[in-house]
């Protein structure tokens, strides 16, 4: 199923191991030639309220943007497959039918931490649960994924195209023109980049574009972000201190795309303003997960397909204004839902893969 500018919308073609070729990723053990991760954690996310939108956008120039540049060789598989070039600038820009997206080279990167990162409680899960657990080595193929987070502008074209069913955010706070579109079901997330000709983002495509081949913790580095690079909860409170709705401690909301800086690959807010929908089903963790979320562009679970028996819930990654930033890590991991019931403010973002 091809996408724009000849890339694939299917979640990655599995390129068969070579002769004697295992396919099944390391599991990290701190060996020379096992990179292991850092630290992890988890998020969660409810309805709530305003975020200023300061900050200013960067353009992931400096320390970021030297190391997204290395990371652009050309990596190969033990059985000969590479990972296909980027396209071109001009192939990635933002058009009438577009929406700005980035790049991110394919090859190996590490999945997963294995001592998970202390003080994110995370929402709708288990007490003592790791799904962030043990780190691997993983492949994926070059992709391109959305700067940004789809907005609310960008789902309305989607709903007048009559591609998009009409479905918001439950406050007024959350539906400006260009706050992310939150309130949705994973389906209709799915829907959305179906019409862009894309698809929802892999749980390995998500993690390495926010941590890169060496498997730092967040897009900026191993440090926890701060407000000045992410949307989170501080010791102002949610969102970065913004209150509304009267003097209710719990308020904040998802600020605009791109008031934050861009981190690793030019990408915004993979980490903290709207956790994101992803393609997988849920897993607990990525050891019982076992050959489903192994091999090359692993998807989870029955191939993150509409059905999946025995799978209730759908993974959200990122994080999100309403957690701290012990929550807003490329490693964070949560499950919920896939109708979003009862409603949170996730919001998503689209992918493909880069095919020749």
């Known amino acids: 199923e091809e996408g724009p500018a000849g890339l694939s919308t299917s979640a990655g073609g599995v ?72 396209p071109p600038a001009e192939a990635l820009a ?30 709708d899960m288990p007490a003592g649960a790791t799904p962030e657990v043990p780190a691997m080595r993983v492949w994926v193929d070059t992709f391109v994924m959305d700067v940004d987070e789809v907005t609310n502008a960008a789902h309305a074209a989607c709903v007048r195209a009559g591609a998009c069913r009409e479905v918001g955010a439950l406050y007024r706070d959350f539906r400006g023109a260009e706050q992310p579109h939150t309130g949705g079901t994973w389906f209709d997330a799915r829907d959305y980049c179906a019409w862009r000709g ?33 949307v989170i909860e501080d010791a102002r409170g949610r969102s970065c201190g913004v209150r509304q709705r009267g003097s ?17 690959y030019g990408l915004r807010d ?42 209730r819930h759908r993974a959200v990654r990122g994080g999100s204004w309403y957690w701290g930033a012990a929550c807003a890590t490329g490693v964070n991991r949560r499950r919920y839902r896939p109708d979003n019931r009862p409603p949170h403010h996730f919001g998503f973002r689209c992918a493909a893969t880069v095919e020749g």
């Open 15 to 86: 390129a068969p191991a070579g002769d004697g070729q295992d396919s099944t990723p390391e599991v990290c053990t701190g060996a020379e030639d096992a990179p292991c991760g850092e630290e992890s954690e988890e998020g969660a996310e409810e309805g709530a309220e305003e975020g200023d939108g300061s900050g200013d956008a960067g353009d992931g120039s400096g320390d970021v943007g030297a190391r997204a540049a290395a990371e652009e060789a050309t990596a190969c598989r033990e059985d000969g497959h590479c990972a296909r070039p980027c």
């Open 94 to 123: 933002a058009g009438e039918a577009q929406r700005a997206r980035a790049c991110v080279p394919g090859g190996w990167f590490v999945r997963g931490v294995d001592e998970p990162v202390a003080g994110c409680a995370q929402a």
């Open 198 to 230: 894309m698809r929802l983002p892999t749980e390995a495509e998500f993690e390495a574009a926010a941590r890169g081949p060496q498997g730092e913790l967040t897009p900026f580095g191993d440090a926890l972000v701060t407000c000045e690079e992410a």
């Open 248 to 264: 209710r401690p719990e308020a904040g909301r998802v600020a605009e795309v791109g008031s934050r800086p861009a981190g690793r």
């Open 270 to 311: 993979l980490v903290g303003n709207a956790e994101e929908w992803v393609l997988d089903w849920w897993t607990e963790d990525w050891a019982s997960c076992g050959e489903a979320c192994a091999g090359p562009n692993p998807r989870g679970p029955c191939d993150g397909a509409e059905a999946c028996p025995g799978h």
